[in-house]
């Protein structure tokens, strides 16, 4: 079994020569657009239609290429499928097709069961089937709910657990459902601030911060509005992905572990974006000293770049002993269980995990000098292959930059880098295969530099009703 790292053409740099979209990508969306949802349609933020990949590059139809680094939002962690995920899977499809594990189990289900059992934080000695993040989440919030039989859920602000009415609604606030009005607001969810040293909710100006405030505010909603133990337990992401790279302190787990242990809440974490070696550990957990999950959901690069796969691994005393089941036709299905296993095997090969902690040291070495020399790039994060720039105004009233952010993207775009950028939003993302090879991380990271440094010398203006929104914030 060899290991991706050395699978693709390690010279090749990207290269975008015509404006963007090109010509051939305009047809297609030309003749394409009338079908797709408005939203679908709107091709402003990414203009452009892959036709294939080259190793780490997206080709487009006009034979633009563009360094990977949204890596299919995390789903593909070892950039184009290996072959030895590919040949697991055709295996299993050989042998069963599909099948529906969670009623009629079979040999790959079980197989990566007993897999995860072995790898997984001790006391998680159970597995629930599941096929995406979002259902893993919402799988998690009912065995909260049933192993407590208490009915409140504590989230942190800024996370992200999918597009379900009810997490969407009531946990996520990355595309602001709750505060467009799209969905309704839902009861059962007590949402505190995700910990945060760069940017505090509760004072103004430069930090760092002591994020673990946060806690001292659950601290008061738990004597003003809530009752500890109505609180079923805590859905966190253990580093913040959507929201922006954040990684909370020792200290933090700490007192949340504290929490939980006082008040008998199940800790749950969300580790559909971190887990299998996107921080550089196989879970982001391992970051830290003495995390100890209840709950831990998988996702994303969990399926190794082949078919849709999602766990929730609990403890016996969640799992052990409950007739809850989480029906899902596709949850577990063979020829996934058998990529999911060869994935696993890939990062146990060796130099998966180096090579996401060596992505992380590049991109600091290359970005975090930009602090000092752009007022407007705020903060500078990394965890593993998981980077983030965030943008402000200005570093005294640190006001977020989102106008700023989305033409830095549209200038790394034109420089053949392709990151994780959302309308909106004031930080930038670069997230790239884990087993990127480290010159072309660099490459890009330089390439983002630049295209932060040409932003720099024209900023654009930031929108009208977003600076009211700030200033009346500010009064
Ligand atoms: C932390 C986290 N949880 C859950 C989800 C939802 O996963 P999915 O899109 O597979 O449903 C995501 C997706 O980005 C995520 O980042």
Redesign the pocket.
Known sequence: MKTPLSATAENERPRVKTSLPGPHSAALFARHDPHLTSSNADHSVYPLAEVGKRGYLIEDADGNTFADHMSA???APFGPTPPHVKAAMERAWDRHGMQISGWLPNTPALALVEKLAQIAPPRLTRVEYSV??????EGAVKFMREATRRPLIITFGG??????TY?AAGASSDLSNVATGRTQYVSGVVMVPYPNRFRSPFRKGPGPFDETEVLDYLDYLLVQQVHPGQVAGVLI?PVL??GGIHAPSQVFWDRLGALCKRWGWLLCL?????CMGRCGTLFALQRWQGIDPDLL?L??AFAAGGQ?I?AILGTDAIMGHTDLHLGSTYGFAPAACAGALAGIELIEAGGVLENALALERIFLEELRPLRDEIDQVGDVRAVGALAAVEFVQDKATLRPAPAFQLAVHHAALRLGVLGITQRGKWHFRLQPALTMPEALFRHSCRLLAQAIREVARAVPAERADIQQAVAEAER
Do not use: C, F, I, R
């Not at 969300?270 to 971190?274: A, K, L």
């Open positions: 939002w995390g789903a995406s993040g979002t259902l893993a989440v996370q992200y657990h999918g597009e379900s997490m992401e992905g959507e969300d580790e559909v974006q971190t959901l996702g994303k849709p999602a």
